[in-house]
Each structure stands twice: as C-alpha cells, then as structure tokens.
C-alpha cells in the first residue's frame, strides 16, 4: 500500500509539472517571408523558437524583392523578415502590414568574398587587379546587399572598370553559389553567409567599411495575414529576445541602439 500511494504521489507530482511547462495557448503554425541573407541565422533560430512554444514555422527564402512581389500578390505569409527598411514600409503604406507591428531585427555587413585564401586583401585592393575573371554581385533592383555593392564600387570609382566582369544573382544566396562554385572569383556577400560562430568559415574576405554605402538595416514586419496568429507575434517577440540576438551576432550581425 505505501509503495502503491507513492506511486501515485509521483505520478500526481509529474502531471502538474507537465501542467505548468505546457503552452498557455494551443500550438499554432506561422509562414515567414527571409531576406536570403538571413537564411544561416534563420535555421538555427527556427528549432530554438519552436522548441521554447511548441509552435511550428514554416520558412521560405528569397530576396527581398521578389518576396515582396509575392506578398503583394497574396502569397500566405504571416510574417516578413526584409534585408532592408523601404520594402516593409511599402507594405505598410499599402496596408499589407499591421501598424506598430515593425521593427529594425538587425543590421547587415557587406563584405568581399573569395573561397581562395590569398586572393582578398585587407583593404579591398584586389579590385583593382586583374587576378580574377568575374565579380558576383546580387541584384541591385531586388537585393540590398546588391545595391550596397554598387555603392561600394562607385565610392571606389570602379563601377565602369568592372563592369564588364560582373555577374549578378537573383539573390544573395545565388551570389554566394557563384562564388563558392568558381564561377566567380570574387562576390560581395552578406558576412552572415561567410561567418559561424563568430569565424569565417573559409576563404578570404574584406569587410567593407560601414560608411561606404548605406547601411542594411533589416526590418521585421507582421503582415495583416499574421494579425491573430500567435505564433506570428510570438515569433516577432522573439526575435527581439538576448537568446535570438546572441544567434544572429555568431552571424556578424549587429543591432540597433536601445530605443531606436
């Protein structure tokens, strides 16, 4: 008998703490729209989150363009991570997003990329040279790490030198595929695409100086489809948490000031 009520006793314990770890709410399902340049952070973000709500995500990338595109044409997303600060502000112009609902998640670094690991200078000297065929960049229309690029080379007065050597991804992503495949043998890239854990992962690079072009803030925005979802919001919450940012600086982002 006493064996029996302890049995009880630990199985009654057992079940209130199972109560009190369980969600408050049920567990809900959110689609996220990703600027391709966050697609790195964005996987190691996504279990994080769901395991600590029991909420499911559901992510597609591209760039920022071409996702707003879709948004526009009512593609089902609930949530809209851009590579930059306009396009979301479009969106809530057009009453896509839900006002107060929008924030700056991270700035971005642009940065020269080789997979070899001799060809980048410290100082970006390398584009000067003619040691390489072909330079990546992404779509200055649709990407804003491509326009970023473009700045950056007309700060440095090469865009008409390099020009005929340049090709151009859809995205970021694509820009990086041609440089890490050969195709190109150089690429500005987003630094989260070529840093982990605080690290490059291979080749050499340049950071290009943060005053060279504008800088890449990325906002967040909870689109009109999100407005009940509480996965959505929750999500947003989130990725304004120390544990979320603590991921995304591992990638070389860095955030906004406190308050703005």
């Given amino acids: 008998m006493r064996r029996r009520l302890q049995h009880v006793l630990i199985c009654g314990l057992w079940l209130a703490m199972l109560a009190v770890m369980a969600p408050a709410m049920p567990a809900a399902e959110a689609r996220i729209a990703v600027a391709a340049n966050f697609a790195g952070p964005m996987q190691r973000l996504v279990p994080l989150f769901e395991s600590a709500t029991g909420h499911r995500l559901i992510v597609a990338v591209g760039s920022t363009g071409a996702l707003h595109a879709q948004i526009r044409h009512g593609a089902p997303f609930d949530v809209f991570l851009a ?24 700035t971005g670094r642009l940065v020269l990329w080789s997979r070899d690991p ?52 859809e995205n970021i992503a694509q820009t990086l595929q041609f440089v890490a495949s050969g195709n190109a043998q150089l690429g500005f890239v987003a630094l ?69």
Wanted: hydrophobic share 45%.
């Fill in 118 to 169: 001799t060809l980048v200078d410290g100082e970006g000297a390398v584009l000067r040279s003619r040691e390489w065929r072909r330079l990546a960049i992404a779509n200055p229309a649709l990407a804003p790490y491509g326009k970023a690029a473009i700045e950056t080379l007309g700060r440095l007065g090469l865009i008409e030198q390099v020009r005929p050597r340049l090709v151009q991804g």
């Fill in 83 to 106: 590579g930059d600060t306009t396009t979301p502000a479009m969106l809530r112009a057009a009453g896509v997003g839900v006002e107060g609902y929008v924030f700056t998640y991270a």
């Fill in 192 to 260: 989260s695409q070529v840093m982990q854990d605080g690290r490059m992962t291979a080749g050499s690079m340049w950071r290009v100086p943060r005053e060279w072009h504008a800088a890449i803030a990325q906002d967040a925005l909870l689109l009109q489809r999100g407005r009940d979802n509480p996965a959505a919001v929750a999500f947003l919450e989130f990725l304004r948490s120390a544990r979320a940012r603590e991921v995304m600086q591992r990638f070389g982002y860095e955030f906004p000031a406190e308050g703005s």
